[in-house]
């Protein structure tokens, strides 16, 4: 007997599995020395991608060396990729923010004293295979967090204003738009959010 409408929902059962134990794999840590080169390759894998700001010299090792030296740099990991030689189970960085630490970006004139200190989130890159997951949306909740475990009272980040999907992704967070500013030749809309 075939039944279409219970194939289904198994179907759905297996698929909504599969995601939550996709997600059990993966988690947000604080980088390491030894993720440089690989966080490297996930910024200039952005480049030429609609709405990104980055070019060949940002951000690069030196944003790199810097997030690091203030423990302000995290990544997820994503721990179901398979070396194909070796069968083995290798993690993979798919994704990467910063707490940032831009004196431009700090001394804008948008920012709430009244939220004060505040934070810059910046450098949040997905890798394009993970795009549409809701990643960067996890990253930002967890570099929110951070920034509440670390005692300030605000987040604030840049978003490019043309950057329609990236405004979509955000819109859930409830963030005040406090502004607009023109940056390293980019049309900026400034968020901010009290935590």
């Not at 030689?85 to 993979?92: C, F, I, N, V």
């Not at 738009?177 to 390293?184: A, I, K, Q, Y």
Request: aromatic content about 10%; hydrophobic content about 35%; glycine content about 6%.
């Amino acid at each position: 007997v075939y039944d279409k409408d219970n194939r289904v929902t198994e179907e759905n059962d297996a698929h909504g599995k599969i995601k939550e134990m996709r997600n059990r794999m993966r988690k947000i840590v604080a980088a390491t020395e030894e993720n440089k080169e690989e966080i490297l390759k996930l910024y200039k894998i952005q480049l030429g991608r609609e709405f990104c700001p980055w070019d060949d010299s940002y951000p690069g090792m030196k944003e790199i060396e810097f997030d690091l030296g203030r423990e302000s740099l995290f990544v997820m990991i994503d721990g179901q990729e398979i070396n194909a030689d070796a069968g083995s189970k290798e993690d993979r960085i798919i994704a990467a923010i910063s707490i940032d630490d831009d004196p431009q970006v700090e001394r804008l004139d948008c920012w709430s004293s009244r939220l004060a200190p505040g934070a810059e989130l910046s450098r949040l890159a997905v890798h394009p295979d993970f795009q549409n997951q809701k990643i960067a949306r996890q990253m930002l909740v967890f570099g929110m967090e951070e920034l509440a475990r670390r005692g300030y009272k605000s987040v604030h980040f840049l978003v490019n204003k043309l950057n329609v999907k990236a405004l979509r992704s955000y819109a859930v967070f409830g963030f005040d738009t406090v502004g607009e500013c023109s940056l390293f030749g980019q049309p900026f809309l400034c968020y901010e959010k009290s935590l």
